[in-house]
């Protein structure tokens, strides 16, 4: 990828229990998900405290995100977890991964 490429990212959030997720696509991760932990995001996520990136991944074009985003929010719960766990088994929360390194 074009360093002066933007990239673009889908992700799941989850909450402290690991019990709600939630699905988004962004252009920023890091600035997206401190959005979330921040409570800088109305919605769903503010509302219920869902603000733990336990998966994400690259897309190639904000189209591919956004299509990769409706595809996963279409899967089932389990399919979900599955997915999530296949990437992280420990359902961690990646964000400070994601900013330092």
Known sequence: MNIN???YYVYVVSNKSRT???TGFT???AGRIYQHKNKLADGFTNKYNVNALVYYEL?????AAIWR???IKGFLR??????????NPEWRD???ELVSG
């Open 59 to 63: 897309c190639e074009s904000r189209d």
């Open 5 to 7: 490429e933007a990239q």
């Open 94 to 96: 990646l964000y400070d």
């Open 78 to 87: 389990q399919k979900k977890v599955d997915l999530v766990s296949g990437q």
């Open 27 to 29: 252009g920023d991760l």
């Open 69 to 71: 985003e409706k595809q």
């Open 20 to 22: 709600l997720l939630y």
